[in-house]
């Protein structure tokens, strides 16, 4: 006579046996969002010193000011030049466009689409940026043609005893 096989080897009803349940943690649906909730939380909060830091330099971007920064003589900028320069550091490259015999204007020059560096073109008396084709005003900084959208940032400058300084950035107002 046959026996009927299909009887479980085990007395459990499932092939968990050797798996020690009783000081076993259970993450379900709930207990994995709590944690990942808890985990978003502490990251964030963790974060909070920078973002504060940050805040405060962006905030008082308008009112910083930085030493007075001699860019170059008056009588050494011809009119309808540029003179490459860096500020507020030395690793803010801009730009002094002399547009009349007493009409200096000077801009960070980083395209404000991506960032890509920013030439004068005197024959065509406007900023170009070659990588996407962005054009902009050189009385105003403003974008005339391609993606960018915001005006260069201008540097205020000052002309004293035949010398041109750069003294601020003026913030950009949307």
Known sequence: MMENN????FEEDNYTHNINRNNERMLDRRGFMKTLVGAAGLFA??????GA????ELLGLSNKEYPKMKIADVNAVAVGDSVKFAFPSEHDSALLIRLGE????????ACTHLRCPVFWVKEEGEMICPCHHGKFDANTGAPTAGPPR???PEIQVKVENGVIYAIRVKRYEA
Do not use: E, G, M, T
């Open 102 to 109: 007493n009409k200096f204007v000077a801009y960070q020059n």
């Open 150 to 152: 915001r005006p260069l």
């Open 45 to 50: 909060v963790s974060s909070l010193p920078w």
């Open 53 to 56: 830091v940050a805040a405060k």
């Open 6 to 9: 299909n009887k479980i080897p």
